[in-house]
Nanobody
């Protein structure tokens, strides 16, 4: 059974930092792009950051560039999202997901291209 389990969310003051982790089990995702999406109440789920299967390509939505860093440890089958200088507008449920297709060229950023999803972890940033 494939599982993606996010952890590391919580309540933090504006300007603070959090590190999210997404641990995969049931299969190896070293050949698959991984992504972090977030969804705030009443808003569409948006791609925050994505990383290619090799780790050589990364994508960030404009609103988090320079503040968030995505990384992966294939040996641990885990992907991370380091979030610094957090803002109240970063408040959302954060989900990790794994690409439907392995060894993809490029980094997919639409939710329809990801087939395995975690349950989400809440990030709340207070002002």
């Amino acid at each position: 059974q494939v599982q993606l389990v996010e952890s590391g969310g919580g309540l933090v003051q504006a300007g603070g930092s959090l590190r999210l982790s997404c641990a995969a089990s049931g299969r190896t995702f070293s050949s698959y792009a991984m992504v972090w999406f977030r969804q705030a109440p009443g808003k569409e789920r948006e791609c925050v950051a994505a990383i290619s299967w090799s780790g050589g390509r990364k994508y960030y939505v404009d609103s988090v560039k320079g503040r968030f860093t995505i990384s992966r440890d294939s040996a641990k089958n885990t992907v991370y999202l380091q979030m610094n200088s957090l803002k109240p507008e970063d408040t959302a449920v954060y989900y990790c997901a794994a690409d439907l297709n392995g060894l993809r060229v490029g980094v997919p950023i639409t939710k329809y291209e990801y087939g395995y999803w975690g349950q989400g972890t809440q990030v709340t940033v207070s002002s």
